[in-house]
């Protein structure tokens, strides 16, 4: 069974950092696209950043770029998103997926129960 637990969420003031984990488990790592996507309250989901689990190859949608890095660990089936110059806009819930084709982040694969990160002007 597809496993995705995320953690890292939190209140921080516009400017500053935070660092999501997601741990997966129930799957072969490198055999997936591991997704960050994001939910904020009376939107649609928006689409953060991707990471092949073959390759490493990454994808950051425009709104992150320059701001957000992916990375992972397949050592510890563990990817990471780490969030500088966050603003207001950034605040949603964030959430990772996994997709079984290993260079593309559909979005619409398992997920996690997401963590809230909310940034205060």
């Known amino acids: 069974e597809v496993q995705l637990v995320e953690s890292g969420g939190g209140l921080v003031q516009a400017g500053g950092s935070l660092r999501l984990s997601c741990v997966a488990s129930?799957?072969?790592?490198?055999?997936?696209?591991i997704g960050w996507f994001r939910q904020a309250p009376g939107k649609e989901r928006e689409g953060v950043s991707c990471i092949s689990g073959d390759d490493g190859s990454t994808y950051y949608y425009d709104s992150v770029k320059g701001r957000f890095t992916i990375s992972s660990d397949n050592a510890k089936n563990t990817v990471y998103l780490q969030m500088n110059s966050l603003t207001p806009e950034d605040t949603a819930v964030y959430y990772c997926?996994?997709?079984?084709?290993?260079?593309?982040?559909?979005?619409?694969?398992?997920r996690g129960q997401g963590t809230q990160v909310t940034v205060s002007s």
């Open positions: 997926t996994a997709d079984p084709t290993p260079y593309y982040c559909s979005g619409d694969g398992p």
């Open positions: 129930g799957f072969i790592f490198d055999d997936y696209a």
